[in-house]
């Protein structure tokens, strides 16, 4: 899940481009492939340069997906 703040208003999204069997290995992603993370984000949500901040979370959750 990637938080976002000060940009209209606070805004979250899953990344669901890939699945990790545990939140270790979430993490392992993340720190190993920050910078394809930052700039897919940067992308879509700095177009008008007012993001601020964002963070990474790791969380164990069943994603549904639609068919």
Same mark, same amino acid.
């Given at each position: 899940?990637? %938080?976002?703040?000060?940009?209209? $208003?606070?805004?979250?999204? %899953?990344?669901? @481009? $890939?699945? %990790?069997?545990?939140?270790?290995?979430?993490? *392992?992603?993340?720190?190993? /492939? #920050?910078?394809? &993370?930052?700039?897919?984000? &940067?992308?879509? =949500? @700095? #177009? @008008?340069? /007012? &993001? #601020?901040? %964002?963070?990474? =979370?790791?969380?164990?959750? *069943?994603?549904?997906?639609?068919?």
């Amino acid at each position: 899940m990637m %938080f976002y703040q000060d940009i209209d $208003k606070p805004h979250w999204s %899953f990344y669901l @481009n $890939k699945s %990790f069997r545990s939140i270790e290995t979430c993490n *392992e992603y993340v720190t190993d /492939n #920050k910078v394809e &993370l930052v700039t897919s984000l &940067l992308e879509e =949500f @700095n #177009k @008008n340069g /007012n &993001l #601020k901040t %964002f963070e990474y =979370f790791c969380e164990r959750k *069943e994603a549904e997906l639609e068919v």
